[in-house]
């Protein structure tokens, strides 16, 4: 299970620091991922990390602003996003793979969080 939080509303140019605690079975193996859908608009990969932390992996819009991070220990995994922009306004979701490499598509995560908004105004 996952419970994501920390989102909200920003000025452009603002930080915001999304978390996402998983309970129950494994964490340090799986991947993880952050997707976001905004109105109108299919769910997009943002950020991932592999099990173990091995590699991560961002969407071309976020390289350089956001940074995905882990915590086995408290089984949770986090995106900074900083330089926010009115057009990174979405539903940020964590998701979780059972296995440990990263992938961007959804349809490989089986387990998802139930999303959070982050706004972004101009």
């Known amino acids: 299970q996952l419970q994501a939080y920390g989102g909200g509303l920003v000025q452009a140019g603002g930080s915001l620091r999304l978390s996402c605690a998983a309970s129950g079975g494994t964490f340090s193996r799986n991947a993880m991922g952050w997707f976001r859908q905004a109105p109108g608009k299919e769910r997009e990969f943002v950020a991932g990390?592999?099990?173990?932390?091995?590699?991560?992996a961002y969407a071309d819009s976020v390289k350089g602003r956001f940074t995905i991070s882990r915590d086995s220990a408290k089984k949770t995994v986090s995106l900074q996003m900083n330089n926010l922009k009115p057009e990174d306004t979405a539903v940020y979701y964590c998701a979780g793979r059972d296995s440990t490499p990263v992938r961007t598509t959804a349809s490989e995560y089986a387990y998802w969080g139930q999303g959070t908004q982050v706004t972004v105004s101009s």
């Open positions: 990390i592999a099990g173990f932390a091995i590699t991560t």
